[in-house]
DNA sequence: CCAAAAGTGTTAGTGGTACACCCATGT
DNA sequence: ACATGGGTGTACCACTAACACTTTTGG
């Protein structure tokens, strides 16, 4: 009995999001080992003795991405027991939003054969249930975008309310229309205009907005 | 390094809310070992090698409570190094709502000193970070609240309207006014017109209601 | 002058909130 | 007859959703 209990291992997995190419995509890991040998994963692992889930999911997203002070938040816990065909691996899910241009892939070539993003819509095969960790990632990030600025952590620091919008689009899977959401945007308090105007676009030049700091504390808002 | 990874401990913790004597009451039992003899604590236990999470959630359920088949939600996981004194213990937190008239306490002795119901307003000392994980729960029942015909589970299958607002009421911890409560209600396909009217009760009687299950699959909601 | 993306208002419907009095019953 | 909880409607406001044309620039 008091074996048994010890023989239970657990990880983290983190679903890291980010927008490229005018998509969501994923970044997924493929595995050089069985089990799963060649299929993709997410990036994830042990949780060490001294280090609470938070710190093990910034230390992958770390490691896999060269990223920090990233938005991230705990997802669920998956923990049945054949989800795992050798033993029983507990994971805590967790998902992870990061700006493209941030990001500086790098990976251990023991372990992982190679890292790449995949859009969200055209998944390869994936190994233990990683697509259900996936899935509930994205739905738990439409819940968040309907009620909290986190489209924001997918921009740049300086974007457009058309950039803005493709985000929302992109996340939600679904158009929105434009006169409203600029309304919705423009009459919040997320936004903060500037002066500047877009100059490397071959079209008519689009106002930059900033998002408003402010904004988190005046609502109370987690951050990340 | 793998005797580190080796040396975690995994248990659920349940926080089980009920309504009794019109309030909102969560099961809290008393410890008699240490660490924290003498202190209060959620129901909880480890985690068996061949039950996934949720079901030993309902074990720890069953084993308070004689009840199943209740609404079950796993909550969060609390992974603190320091959470438990003497060793790493991480728990996955849930949280169940049990009609208070199905419930048949009962308790080893051994392990427990006492098992009791708590209003969530005048909590004890409680072990470990439980105070943490209960309010976590009660905060995601409101959210739960809000979009969801959780209160039902409170409830007994026969209610009144007042019963229905008197349970909103005390789960979100504010009045709320009886006409608009009742047109929303009443405007919903929620519930179920029934025919009776209350008795008991030694002023004028009041129609009873049932909940209407059509309503959760309609709507693609979650079921316990 | 053409293509492409930026920018801009009005209307109708829906849902939330505030608010006060009469009704049926038991004692 | 009175105390107690049951039951009812209206008006205002805020938010959502539907919908089409003009403007600015580069090529």
Redesign the interface.
Known sequence: MFN???????TVDTVILTIRKKKLKVLLVQRTQEPFKDHWALPGG????????DDAAKRVLMEKTGVKNVYLE?L??????LRHPKS?V?T?GYYALIRSEDIQLSFDTDQTKAVKWHSIYELPSLAYDHKQIIEYAIERLRERLEYTPVAFQLLPKRFTLTQLQKTYEMILGKEIDKRNFRKKMLSSELLTELEEMTKEGSKRPARLYSFNKAYIEKNHLKQY
Chains 1, 2 share one sequence.
Do not use: A
Request: proline share 4%; no cysteine.
């Open positions: 048994e209990i010890r023989s239970h291992e657990i042990y949780i060490r003795l001294s280090e609470t889930l705990q669920y816990t998956f923990g049945d027991p029983r507990i805590v």
